[in-house]
């Protein structure tokens, strides 16, 4: 019980103090935008991506990663990725009712959820920053529980489903505001975001370039 305990609390901390980021822009952004299901989804995408990465780091991928030449290589991919999300969001038209009320024809030229769920996932996964914490979460946790794989198999998913019972509640926020958004004002967040994606992109690359290109 207290390993479930240190796992949520692991949980509440990195989404209340470390969540601000490419993932925290998009749930809020689609929440608002395309309903509180669609940012679930999205979400879901993002929890997905994290139960991978740590996968990932016990299976070894620390080793991998950790060589300057790969993260070189991912840093500048994942950083042209979030601005290609930065200027599709960005250039977004607003639909001017909410999906719940839309027809059979307009729903069906919405997005469907593995599209959410994809999206989520990339924006997270392909962050090396987000690489270079799980993979230091992974390592340090391990470490301080000795290998004990039973209580690993506790924390983590404590850690992980407290994160996305997190995300969820931030869409649920973002979605009960909308009401007092008009079309005009979802339309700049649409643009505020796809700026911020943006911004979040270059910061990756230009820290990814600073860090990893030798010499």
């Known amino acids: 019980m207290k390993t479930i305990f240190e796992g949520f609390l692991l949980g509440i901390t990195l989404s209340v103090f470390f969540s601000f980021g490419p993932a925290l822009i998009a749930l809020i952004q689609t929440s608002i935008h395309r ?11 993002v929890f997905i991506s994290d139960v991978a990465l740590v996968g990932l780091g016990f299976l070894g991928a620390v080793q991998v990663f950790y060589q300057p030449d790969n993260q070189l290589a991912f840093g500048i991919i994942g950083g042209i990725l979030l601005m290609i999300f930065g200027v599709v969001t960005f250039t977004r038209k607003v639909i001017d009712l909410s999906v719940e009320k ?47 794989f039973p209580m690993l198999l506790k924390f983590f998913p ?10 969820m509640l931030k869409c649920f926020s973002a979605y009960k505001i909308k009401k007092y958004f008009q079309t005009h004002s979802i339309i700049w967040i649409n643009r505020i975001a796809g700026v911020g994606l943006c911004i979040f992109g270059i910061y990756v690359i230009s820290r990814t370039l600073y860090e990893f290109y030798p010499g």
């Open 35 to 45: 309903g509180f299901w669609s940012g679930v989804l999205l979400s879901l995408g």
């Open 102 to 148: 839309l027809g059979p024809e307009a729903r069906s030229k919405l997005p469907g959820p593995l599209t959410y769920i994809l999206k989520g996932f990339f924006i997270n996964f392909t962050n090396p920053f987000v690489w270079i914490f799980w993979m230091g979460v992974v390592v340090g946790f391990t470490t301080n529980y000795q290998g004990d």
């Open 158 to 167: 404590a850690a992980l489903v407290t994160i996305l019972a997190m995300d």
